[in-house]
């Protein structure tokens, strides 16, 4: 039977179809969706993990016991992750072990572009990468197989266009390896002492010598023969680039990107008058056959190192000879910029912040898009955690320099994914800053997953849920400088970060009853919409610089008015609230100084009406 896939659906059909018993991740586009669908198959125990290397170092738990297990997660998050990842690849595996990484050129949703070829390298792990969802899923079983043949993890690497776009896909049965489950102990290949180490290094180097020439003969490293006068060397979603900008050409397409297959590449080179080598990112294949010995004619002289490719790019950088006629070489879409929702619990945050002329050190989640126009008020984003971390080190240096100057923001999953040690770090070397928990209740940008702060796991079944306050008490800070606020209430929340900015000690204020937007089980319902008195509008433009996509503005209003008080004055334009994207927050309301953005009723409510669903809510309320 055949199914139309995206390769994230098609990688966790393949982890199914491969008796995979675990599978964990942290959600991270373009990833999130592959444990998301994994969860769909009630075979596997599937778990959203406090962050990547909790995912995998629980993935390499379940394989010591003979099962197959699965960690996946973003290009980035292998950096959290390396550290037991390059040591795992010391210890070798007993169940079969496969780490997925999304990469994400052209940074779509991302704080760099980096090339996670180079881990498999740095690590002498084999790696392989699908060019479609059919590959996505049969690579993911083949990753299985040659983990447990050469007692290795095994990388598979995706990237977003092959993560998001869909293909049909041909299913099988679930077959599980017929092998017990069950702990065995073997200390001097799995305890890394020095004097075991030594061994595994030993024996990691003979191992690579044996994926060298396992990939000579891999079956889907192939030889696509057709007119010699051009070859190319590609992979993964270059491959389909290539082909539709050379239909006529020969191919050597890898499947195993590390690592790479020598002799094959010299019988292929030694076939074909000129040799490209088309790859996204940077010149890993490239370096590498260089480092053969042997000579291409083009690479990234030719094809971008930055960003995403596509058979438009190549068709031009190629031109004149290989223009596919009919090709349409300009983008006719208008970009349109990132932007908060309607109603984001956010948006008062950075207002406030903005106003107050705070230098903010942000954090990985949807608050980034506080540092775009018109609200501009983030100044320093990282990584996960690094709001804290940062901080602490420049008020550190600072001293009572950075008091009422500074601040830093975090989300409430990435708060838990690295915030919490160093928040420890913060409160035990006595740090004078203030830690802003953005608390939407989710992991918001990454499509609303689960985490220990939602009160439930990937299936939906009911968990414990961290209270905020109560744990940084335990981390340190002082219970009289751990405020709760009203992120939609500007005059509380303005009062509140005022007093703790100006402190002398560490300080944490979170957000209160402030989920998503999105997030519908949490909302009983949006207020009215908000209007704007066209008559008595100013134009001062207030509103307009919260940034909400409810408001836009109106020039066909510009010219003379008259006041309440029959003064005539001039505007250049008029506020403008749309009634189908207005969740009635009565953010604009607070700002605007003129009473001329009114509701129903003289009383706007601030926030949204919800539906107390996590225990520590229930816990608050009662105390």
């Known amino acids: 039977m055949k199914k139309i896939l995206s390769g994230n659906e098609a990688i966790a059909r393949g982890a199914w179809e491969a008796g995979v018993l675990f599978a964990s991740s942290y959600p991270g586009t373009p990833s999130s969706e592959i444990l998301e669908n994994v969860a769909t198959y009630k075979e596997i125990k599937a778990e959203w993990a406090t962050n990547e290397k909790d995912a995998l170092m629980a993935a390499a738990g379940a394989a010591l016991t003979g099962a197959r297990a699965m960690a996946s997660m973003k290009h980035v998050g292998v950096n959290v992750a390396a550290d037991p990842f390059m040591t795992l690849a010391y210890t070798g595996v007993n169940g079969g072990l496969v780490l997925v990484t999304a990469d994400d050129p052209e940074l779509h949703s991302s704080q760099n572009e980096q090339d996670n070829r180079h881990y498999a390298k740095f690590a002498k792990v084999p790696m392989l990468e699908p060019s479609d969802s059919q590959e996505a899923k049969d690579f993911v079983k083949k990753a299985f197989e040659i983990s447990e043949q050469f007692d290795t993890p095994v990388m598979l690497r995706t990237v977003t266009r092959i993560s998001h776009s869909k293909t049909p896909v041909e299913l099988e049965e679930r077959k599980v390896p017929d092998r017990p489950v069950e702990l065995k102990k073997e200390e001097a ?18 191992r690579f010598l044996k994926l060298k020439e396992f990939a000579e003969t891999f079956e889907e490293n192939r030889l696509e023969m057709n007119d010699t006068s051009v070859g190319i060397i590609t992979g993964g979603i270059s491959y389909q680039y290539a082909k539709e900008v050379f239909p006529n050409a020969s191919f050597l397409k890898l499947g195993m990107t590390w690592p790479l297959p020598g002799k094959m590449i010299g019988e292929f080179i030694s076939k074909v008058d000129k040799v490209y080598v088309i790859e996204e990112l940077d010149p890993f294949w490239e370096d590498n056959i260089k480092a053969m010995g042997y000579k291409i004619d083009a690479g990234k002289d030719k094809v971008p190192i930055c960003g995403e490719l596509s058979p438009t790019i190549l068709a031009e950088t190629f031109e004149p000879a290989y223009k596919v006629p009919g090709a349409v070489y300009s983008n006719p879409i208008p970009p349109r910029p990132p932007n908060m929702c309607p109603g984001c619990p956010h948006r008062a945050v950075f207002h406030v912040l903005k106003k107050n002329k705070l230098f903010v050190h942000g954090d990985i989640g949807c608050y980034t898009l506080g540092a ?117 209430n500007i005059e509380e929340l303005d009062k509140v970060v005022k007093e703790e900015v100006n402190k002398n000690e560490t300080s944490v204020i979170i957000t209160k009853d402030a989920p998503c937007v999105l997030l519908r089980r949490a909302i009983a319902s949006f207020n009215k919409p908000l209007v704007v008195d066209q008559d008595a509008c100013t134009g001062c433009r207030q509103c307009v610089e919260i940034g909400c996509p409810a408001i836009s503005w109106d020039v066909s209003k510009a010219g003379e008015y008259t006041t309440a008080e029959g003064k005539t004055k001039k505007r250049k334009g008029t506020a403008v609230i749309d009634a189908t994207l207005c969740t009635g927050c009565g953010l604009c309301y607070q700002v605007c100084k003129f009473g001329t953005i009114k509701g129903e009723s003289d009383e706007v409510p601030f926030g949204l009406k919800l539906n107390r669903y996590r225990p520590t809510d229930a816990a608050a309320a009662k105390s």
């Open 372 to 488: 775009l126009p018109p609200l501009k008020s983030l100044d320093s984003c990282i990584c996960m955690g690094a709001s804290i971390g940062v901080t602490e080190g420049a008020t550190q240096v600072l001293g009572e320099e950075a008091l009422g100057k500074m601040v830093c923001v975090i989300g409430d999953s990435t708060f838990l994914h690295s915030g919490i040690t160093p928040l420890l770090n913060m409160a035990f070397n006595k740090s004078n800053a203030t830690v802003i928990i953005l608390d939407n209740w989710i992991t918001a940008m990454t499509g609303a997953q689960e985490h220990p702060g939602t009160g439930y796991t990937v299936r939906g079944e009911e968990a414990f849920c961290v209270d905020y306050a109560e744990l940084a008490k335990v981390l340190g800070v002082k219970p009289e400088n751990i405020r709760r606020v009203d992120p939609y």
């Open 189 to 206: 290949k799995y305890v890394m002492l020095p004097v075991y180490g030594r061994q595994r290094h030993k024996a990691i180097e003979e």
